[in-house]
């Protein structure tokens, strides 16, 4: 048997952002999208308040169960025209807040998409003080906008990466057991 002591020189814990983002990325697999899976989660004083994931509103049928978003249409990406089905999930993250009455202003919010414009204003109007998100998504004239937020001190943006260590300690957690004792090294 191996000194416990030794178990934890190689341990690696993720950092608060890492965390909260693996907990988006989670979220992003109830997604019911076609075209990009997405997660997000409300954090105050470092505790979850609500997550959210894209998908077709609540009693529609998913496109995921349908294998389409509409008919002759295989994801909502492949039309310039056809508006997206999907609820995105910061404003699924936000309606469960207000479903279950939880205050979002002073939040933060970690979405592993860059938020769309529209998801943008609907986080500032929460009182959302700041977003972290894994992948960029806005650019050109979306830029500008959403720049324009940021440099009225209406909201702050990070892009936050996980670290290969935190993104592979996590997978051996998501495969193996948990709740067992650590003999071996991690």
């Given amino acids: 048997m191996q000194d416990i002591s030794q178990v934890y020189t190689n341990y690696h814990r993720p950092t608060w952002d890492e965390y909260f983002m693996m907990l988006a990325k989670l979220a992003a697999t109830r997604s019911t999208c076609l075209a990009f899976p997405v997660g997000a989660v409300i954090v105050k004083n ?19 169960a349908q294998g389409y978003c509409y008919p002759e249409l295989s994801s909502c ?5 056809m508006p997206s089905r ?3 999930a910061e404003a699924n993250a936000i309606a ?31 009182d959302i003080q700041e977003v972290f998100y894994e992948t960029t998504f806005n650019t050109g004239d979306k830029a500008l906008v959403r720049d324009s937020f940021i440099n009225e001190g209406l909201v702050t943006l990070k892009q936050i990466p996980l670290s290969e260590a935190t993104a592979q300690m996590a997978a051996k957690f998501l495969l193996q057991p948990t709740s067992v004792a650590r003999l071996v090294e991690m």
Avoid at 46 to 64: D, F, I
Avoid at 77 to 81: C, F, G
Wanted: one cysteine or more; hydrophobic letters at 35%.
């Fill in 86 to 88: 999907a609820v995105h």
């Fill in 96 to 126: 469960q807040a207000a479903k279950h009455g939880i205050p979002t202003a002073g939040a933060s919010i970690y979405v592993t998409l860059e938020p769309c414009l529209s998801c943008l204003k609907l986080i500032i109007s929460a």
């Fill in 77 to 81: 990406d492949a039309s310039k025209t």
């Fill in 46 to 64: 470092k505790q979850v308040v609500a997550t959210g994931y894209n998908g077709s509103p609540s009693g529609s049928a998913h496109c995921t």
